[in-house]
């Protein structure tokens, strides 16, 4: 398999070895993180090892209250639940 990894901006290159060097990924994943818009190393840090304290509050979603609401109906009913 060949790898064709797109030019990027200026800066990307600074931008890349420094995750290298705080996460210490291989300069490919480094590389292509800066490509995706992911050269601070917290936010890097964040897409590739994801935590469940990082997720949005669900209930926020709108409707998602009825939602719950219709589940717990569903659950008690003993009705299916297609998702």
Avoid: Y
């Amino acid at each position: 398999m060949r790898w064709i990894v797109p030019n990027t901006q200026p800066g990307a290159a600074e931008a890349a070895a420094r995750l290298c060097r705080e996460l210490k990924l291989a300069p490919l994943v480094a590389r292509l993180l800066t490509i995706r818009g992911f050269s601070d190393p917290e936010a890097a840090e964040r897409f590739l090892r994801p935590r469940l304290d990082h997720l949005h509050d669900p209930l926020l979603m709108a409707d998602m209250s009825a939602a719950v609401t219709r589940l717990r109906q569903a659950i008690a009913q003993q009705e299916k639940i297609l998702i």
